[in-house]
C-alpha cells in the first residue's frame, strides 16, 4: 500500500507538495474508509479535485513518472525551461513491501536538462504504535556531494562508474558482489510500478476485461457480471461468445468514442454480448458509452481490491451516472476492502457533499494562481478558520471559493457581440 507521494518543482507546481493515504488519526467518523498496517493507518481512497487545467493530470502523469522510474524505464523528459525554473524536480513515494521488508521511502531528484539522477535515496521505516518512526537509510546517492553509501557502508569509489541517467538500482548489479544486499529492495520496487494501475475514463480499454471473459476465473468474472448487471438494471447478463457476432450493414458505423473501439482484436468486440430482455445482442454496437466504460472499469476494479494495487482514474465521473461513481468509491472504502487503494481525479461535487462517502482527510484540491499550483488537503481547512465541519456542507464551501478560486463562466457577453455584429451587417 502506498502512504505518500511528495513531489517539488513539477511541472505546475513549485513548491513541495504532498499527497498523503496517511489517515487523520482525529476523524472518528467513517472508520472502515482505512485499514492499519504495520502501526500505520492508510486511507483507501483519495480524490482530488479543481478547475480545469489546474493540474489534476498533472498529477496522475507523475504517478506514470515514479512508475516509469521504479521499472527503471527512460521517461519523457520534464521540460522546466518552459516554467522558467530550476531543472530538477524532487519526487518520493512512501509504500508497504508485501513480502516483508515493511514500509520503504523512495526519494529521487531527476535532471530534465541532463537527463539524469543526481540524487537518490531508499530508506526502510519502522513505526511504533504511537506512530513515531524509526528510519534507516538503505542506500543514498548523491553525485554533487561525491555521497554513495549502501546501509552504513562508504561506497564512494564506485561513484564515478555508475551511468548517471538510470536509476541507482538499475546501475548496479543486485544479484551479486558488492551490492547483493540491494537484491530485495530491487524487487520492491518492481512489485511496487507492478502495483499501480493507471487509467483514463476518456480512453479506456477494454483490454482487461475481455482477457478475464476470455480466460479461467469464474470469481473474477462472476464480479465483473455482477458489477456490470448492477450498473445497467436493464442488464440481464454480459458475456463472451465462442462465436462473433455477424455485422449487419447498419452496424458498419463508426464507434463514437475512439477509446471504446481500441480492442485487441477487432473479432474479440464481436464475441461481446450483452443480454437484454433473453436476447444477447453485440455489446459492442448496442451498449451505450457508460456502459461500456464500466464493463472496462470493471476488471481493474477487481484486481485492485483482491491483488492489493493502486488504481488512478482520471475523471472518474467521464461519462458515468453519480451513483455508479459512488458504487466504485464505495467499493474501495468498505471493510471487506484490505488492501487495495483508489486515487480518482473528478469534478463530481456530489461525491465531496456525500456525508457517508469520504472523511476530509480523502479530499484533495487544486489550489492554482498565475504563478504556481499547490495540493490542498480539506483537513487542513479548520473548523476554527472557518472551514467544515466533519460531514458538514462541502458543497456550499466549496462553491463559495473556500477551498480555491471556482470558475464562474458566462457567456452572454459574447452572445450579445455576436448578435451586435450580425445585426451590423444586416444593416449593411
Not at 267 to 288: C, E, H, I
Not at 335 to 348: I, P, V
Request: with cysteine.
Amino acid at each position: 500500500m502506498i502512504l505518500n507521494i511528495s513531489f517539488n518543482n513539477y511541472r505546475l507546481f513549485k513548491g513541495a507538495n504532498d499527497l498523503s493515504f496517511a489517515a487523520d488519526l482525529r476523524t472518528r467518523k467513517l472508520l472502515s474508509n482505512s485499514v492499519c498496517r504495520d502501526n500505520k493507518n492508510v486511507l483507501k481512497c483519495l480524490g482530488l479535485y479543481g478547475e480545469n487545467n489546474g493540474g489534476k493530470t498533472n498529477v496522475v502523469a507523475l504517478i506514470g513518472i515514479l512508475q516509469s522510474v521504479l521499472l527503471g524505464e527512460q521517461i519523457r523528459p520534464i521540460n522546466r525551461s518552459v516554467f522558467g525554473d530550476s531543472p530538477i524536480s524532487d519526487f518520493s513515494i512512501t509504500f508497504r513491501d508485501e513480502s516483508g521488508l515493511g514500509w520503504l521511502r523512495y526519494e529521487v531528484s531527476y535532471d530534465s536538462a541532463s537527463g539524469s539522477y543526481p540524487r537518490e535515496r531508499m530508506s526502510s521505516i519502522k513505526f511504533y504504535d504511537n506512530g513515531a518512526p524509526l528510519t534507516r537509510v538503505v542506500f543514498e546517492k548523491d553525485v554533487a556531494q561525491k555521497v554513495l553509501h549502501l546501509f552504513d557502508e562508504d561506497k564512494s569509489m564506485y561513484l564515478n562508474l555508475l551511468p548517471v541517467t538510470r536509476p541507482f538500482l538499475y546501475s548496479v548489479k543486485t544479484d551479486e558482489g558488492e551490492f547483493a544486499s540491494l537484491s530485495p529492495y530491487f524487487d520492491a520496487t518492481r512489485a511496487l510500478a507492478a502495483s499501480i494501475e493507471i487509467i483514463r475514463m476518456y480512453n479506456i480499454p477494454i483490454k482487461k476485461t475481455l482477457g478475464v471473459l476470455k480466460g479461467t476465473d469464474s470469481k473474477q468474472q462472476g464480479f465483473i457480471r455482477s458489477f456490470v448487471k448492477s450498473a445497467d438494471l436493464a442488464i440481464e447478463d454480459f458475456s463472451y461468445e465462442k462465436k462473433p457476432f455477424s455485422q449487419s450493414d447498419e452496424e458498419n458505423d463508426e464507434i463514437a468514442e475512439e477509446a471504446l473501439a481500441k480492442y485487441v482484436d477487432i473479432q474479440d468486440a464481436f464475441r461481446l454480448a450483452t443480454t437484454y430482455n433473453g436476447s444477447k445482442v453485440p455489446s459492442f454496437f448496442y451498449d451505450s458509452s457508460g456502459t461500456k466504460k464500466i464493463e472496462a472499469i470493471a476488471s481493474y476494479v477487481y484486481e485492485s481490491i483482491v491483488k492489493g494495487k493502486l488504481l488512478v482514474v482520471d475523471e472518474l465521473d467521464n461519462g458515468l451516472h453519480f451513483h455508479l461513481t459512488r458504487a466504485i468509491v464505495s467499493a474501495f472504502n468498505n471493510l471487506a476492502n484490505e488492501k487495495g487503494q483508489l486515487l480518482f481525479t473528478s469534478h463530481d461535487l456530489l461525491l465531496i457533499d456525500c456525508k457517508n462517502l469520504l472523511r476530509k482527510d480523502q479530499i484533495y484540491f487544486i489550489e492554482r494562481d498565475k504563478e504556481a499550483a499547490r495540493l490542498f488537503c480539506l483537513k487542513e481547512a479548520t473548523v476554527a478558520e472557518g472551514g467544515p465541519r466533519e460531514g458538514g456542507a462541502l458543497l456550499k464551501h466549496y462553491q463559495k471559493g473556500s477551498f480555491g478560486k471556482v470558475p464562474m463562466p458566462s457567456f452572454i457577453k459574447e452572445i450579445l457581440v455576436l448578435r451586435d455584429e450580425d445585426d451590423q451587417r444586416g444593416e449593411r
